[in-house]
Nanobody
Framework: QVQLVESGGGVMQPGGSLTLSCAAS????????IAWFRQGPGKEREGVSC????????HYAEFVQGRFIISRDHAKNAVYLQMNNLKPEDTAVYYC???????????????????WGAGTLVTVSS
């Protein structure tokens, strides 16, 4: 069974950049949808970005479009989320999750994701 571990979170000033990593073990990420979600303080969890491992097609939520970049490394069996021009409202615990490959195109619904990591905290504050 695939296990996911996120890393790379931390404290950053507004306008700064962070890159999150999602490393998989126990199985391959090939032919899966890999998505990033986040849950801010007092907020519901929301989808941020999704990538289909086979085609590499990328999907972004409107509020991160143009600032965040999702990518994957087949050799390392990992997915990354490069976050640029960070804003205080980006403060959240960020989770990666995997599901069937068609889910990216369907808006990567949380209920469709079958494996989740424990999350990594990103705090954007001056």
């Amino acid at each position: 069974q695939v296990q996911l571990v996120e890393s790379g979170g931390g404290v950053m000033q507004p306008g700064g950049s962070l890159t999150l990593s999602c490393a998989a073990s126990g199985g391959s990420l090939d032919y899966l949808a890999i998505a990033w979600f986040r849950q801010g303080p007092g907020k519901e969890r929301e989808g941020v970005s999704c990538i289909t491992s086979s085609r590499g097609s990328e999907h972004y939520a409107e509020f991160v479009q143009g600032r965040f970049i999702i990518s994957r490394d087949h050799a390392k069996n990992a997915v990354y989320l490069q976050m640029n021009n960070l804003k205080p409202e980006d403060t959240a615990v960020y989770y990666c999750a995997i599901g069937a490959p068609h889910l990216c195109g369907l808006g990567y619904p949380m209920e469709g994701m079958n494996t989740w990591g424990a999350g990594t905290l990103v705090t954007v504050s001056s």
